[in-house]
Structures are given as structure tokens and as C-alpha cells.
């Protein structure tokens, strides 16, 4: 018998799709982009659970406002990553400050360095992203870097580089301002 | 572009901007279409580092209680969601005011012969300037009308979400959120009776709601009920 292959839709077409209430096209998008929304929660929140949390509100989020999700402005993969991060950053602003003199948090910290550094790696050679983080000072690199991958703040990303927090926020200032000018 | 504009764009898509900047950056951005676009491309960039993560398998469990969500009533259900439905949308006038009435069913209202007497009004000014912002009135039902008479815009992926304060044990509940600013009426989850001097504020928050139950985003307007007289 012929197995009859359909071709995997593009979130934007199952986008398209949920806003017309159709739920098996929402299944669908869960399919293929929860575990990496999971992940990338995970990276921030560093809890599976409440990256789960916010992964379900951001799905419920798809289903009532699909409708509104405009593919001039971004891709569909990239909608959802900013209600993803938006909705965890939110979580980790709203939550207790870290203590930093205690060393555990210190060693949590340590891995969040190596997640930050691991991401970067992980970008591809010719990414002209890659090529621009790499024209960065080491130090505007690893603030930068610990800011978005790990979501740190300036305070939390101050007390890590062991600096203090102006030098930070200029480091994250004129490293994303360099990297827009790479960029365009 | 400035410079001071890239490196706003910078904190923004870092999520570094906080309070007054951030509400700031979000008013800018809702009005500036270059801007936008702008914040758009970096975001696409940086998302190439989210992009390095190891995806997990889909989880079922996960999926099932999303599932179960969805099958949760939207119009009738204790906010947040309530305003934010999309049934709000694409209704004009009475039809509106009628669907609103009777989907929270409460059948009163000014288009509707005789309009209950509100327990409390808080007139709601903006931030910055004292400006008068949005009426609003409180109802023995629990429920509130707000009528906007003038509140910033909103970036698309912000939502309105009105707030009151009980007391401050209880702390800020929230009594629905809302997308489009005209005249309407929220349910409001089951409270004591307002108080004359009671908080309510209106904060900007992310897609579907505050996602911690408590005020996230800049306070936009506020303001204290009184006693009508």
C-alpha cells in the first residue's frame, strides 16, 4: 500500500491554521516546538517545571491570539521564542534577587558562564551573528551574552563579572549597539 | 536612529529595560514603525542563541494540560482572561454592551433602562502627569465598568490588565485585561465590598496576562474609589 507523505506544515502555516480554531493544528505546533521552547525556558528559569509553566501559558497565549501574529514583522519560530522568553524573564524579574554571597548560587552561576559560552559556540561558523559576537571585546561579549542566553540582569551580570554594575550596563550598552552596526 | 535608540533597542531585547524606561521604550516603539522594526531584527539575530539550545521531546503530560485549559470557558471565567477575549472584537454599540452584559450575566446598564447605582468611582490619572485617565466604577456584583478617556498605546504584544487593591494583605488582584480602550464592563473576581479609598491601577503586561498574578509591567494610571455622594 502507498503510505501517503504529507510535508511537515511551517508554524506559520499552522499559525494560520489556529486561528481559525482548528486545535490539531496547535497539537501539531507542540510537536515540533515545544521541546525547544521547553529548553530555551529551561536555559533561563533553570527549573523544568516552571519552564513548563510558561511554555503552557505561552500555548494558551497561541490559541486565543494567533489571529494577531503577523508574519511581516518576524517569523512564526520567533513569535513564539519572544512570548517564551518575555514570559520567563517576567518570572525571574518578579522573583527574590539571588544572594551572592552564597557559594552555591555561585556555583549555579558558574554554570550559567558555561551556558552562555556553550551557546556562542554552538552558533554556526558562518553566522554573520557568530562573526560579530567574535568582534566584541571578550568582556562585551560575556555580558551580552550572560544578559540574553542566561537572562541575568545588570546587577546579577555585575556581581558575576565581579564589576560594578555601571560597567556593566555600559559593556551590554556599547556591545549590543556594536553589534547592531555588525548586523545591519 | 540614534545611539541612544540602539542602545535602548539593546536593553529592550535583552529584557534589561525596567518600569518608567521600559514604558517609555514600549510608547516609542508603539508609534514608531522603524523602531519596531529595528527592535524585530536583533531579535531575530539573538534568537539564533535561544536556537542552540538541545529541544527536549514533546511532553504528553504537558500537552494534556494545555488541552484541558482550552476547553476552559473564556467570557464567564474569572479574569485575567475575561476582557482579552477575542469576542470583545468586532461588535459595535449596543451589540456589544448586550453581549457583554448577558456573558456575565448582568443584565443592566446604561442602554438598558435603569442603571445600577455603583458603591464606589476612582477616577484613574496617568503617571506622569496627573491627567485624568479612566473612570472607573465599582459595583456591589463585584464587577467594574471603566470608561477610558484617554491611555497610552500599547505595543501588540501588551495587554492592558486593571488591578485593585483590597487591602494590602490580600494584595493586587486583577480584575481583568482588556486590548482595545472603550467604555466596558469586567466581572471581577468575588471580593469584599470596595472601600472608599480602595487602589485601583492599570499596568501594561505581557500577552494574556501578568504571568505571575501580581503587576509585572509600568503602572500606567491610577487612582483611589470614593463614595459617590
Known amino acids: 500500500m502507498f503510505h501517503l507523505m504529507t510535508d511537515p506544515k511551517t508554524a506559520e502555516q499552522l499559525i494560520a491554521q489556529i486561528a481559525t480554531g482548528n486545535r490539531s493544528a496547535l497539537a501539531a505546533l ?28 505561552a500555548f494558551i497565549t497561541v490559541w486565543r491570539q494567533a489571529a494577531s501574529f503577523d508574519g511581516s514583522k518576524g517569523s512564526a519560530r520567533g513569535w513564539l521564542t519572544t512570548i517564551v522568553r518575555n514570559r520567563a524573564l517576567n518570572l525571574l524579574r518578579d522573583s527574590a534577587r539571588m544572594d551572592f554571597e552564597d557559594s552555591e548560587k555561585l556555583t549555579e552561576l558558574g554554570d550559567r558562564q558555561a551556558d552562555a559560552r ?4 554552538a552558533l554556526s561558523i558562518k553566522d554573520a ?15 551580552v551574552l550572560l544578559c540574553y542566553v542566561t537572562g541575568l540582569n545588570h546587577g546579577e551580570a555585575a556581581a558575576f563579572m565581579n564589576v560594578p554594575l555601571g560597567t556593566v550596563k555600559s559593556w551590554v550598552r556599547r556591545g549590543t549597539v556594536a553589534l547592531q552596526e555588525c548586523l545591519s | 536612529m540614534t545611539e541612544g535608540d540602539r542602545e535602548r533597542i539593546g536593553d529592550y531585547v535583552l529584557g534589561l529595560l525596567e518600569g518608567a524606561d521600559l514604558a517609555a521604550f514600549e510608547q516609542q516603539l508603539a508609534s514608531d514603525p522603524e523602531l519596531r522594526m529595528a527592535v524585530e531584527r536583533l531579535r531575530g539575530h539573538l534568537g539564533k542563541l535561544d536556537d542552540t539550545v538541545e529541544p527536549l521531546p514533546a511532553n504528553p503530560a504537558l500537552w494534556a494540560r ?16 475575561a476582557a482579552n477575549d477575542n469576542r470583545w472584537r468586532g461588535f459595535a454599540g449596543i451589540a456589544a454592551s448586550l453581549l457583554v452584559a448577558l456573558s456575565i450575566g448582568y443584565l443592566a446598564g446604561s442602554n438598558f433602562g435603569q442603571a445600577p447605582q455603583p458603591l464606589m468611582v476612582a477616577v484613574l ?8 485617565a479612566v473612570l472607573v466604577e465599582a459595583f456591589a456584583d463585584d464587577s467594574i465598568r471603566l470608561v477610558p478617556l484617554e491611555l497610552a498605546q500599547k505595543p501588540d504584544d501588551r495587554v492592558y490588565q486593571v ?34 479609598g480602595q487602589l485601583y491601577e492599570i499596568t501594561l503586561e505581557p500577552t494574556g496576562g501578568s504571568p505571575t498574578g501580581r503587576p509585572t509591567g509600568p503602572i500606567l494610571v491610577k487612582g483611589f474609589a470614593k463614595t459617590p455622594l
Open chain 1, 30 to 57: 507542540f510537536e515540533g516546538e515545544s521541546g525547544r521552547l521547553v529548553a530555551i525556558a529551561q536555559r533561563l528559569l533553570r527549573r523544568r517545571d516552571l519552564a513548563e509553566e510558561v511554555v503552557q501559558e
Open chain 1, 118 to 121: 556553550a551557546a556562542y559556540e
Open chain 1, 129 to 143: 551573528l557568530r562573526h560579530c559576537l567574535g568582534m566584541l571585546d571578550a568582556s562585551k561579549r560575556e555580558a
Open chain 2, 66 to 81: 494545555i488541552a484541558s485549559e482550552l476547553d476552559t470557558p473564556v467570557v464567564t471565567a474569572a479574569p485575567p482572561r
Open chain 2, 125 to 132: 490619572l496617568t503617571e506622569g502627569s496627573a491627567e485624568p
Open chain 2, 163 to 196: 488591578w485593585t487593591l483590597p487591602d494590602p494583605e490580600t494584595g493586587p488582584i486583577s480584575m481583568g485585561i482588556f486590548e482595545d480602550p472603550q467604555t466596558m464592563r469586567l466581572a471581577g473576581p468575588n471580593l469584599p465590598a470596595p472601600q472608599s
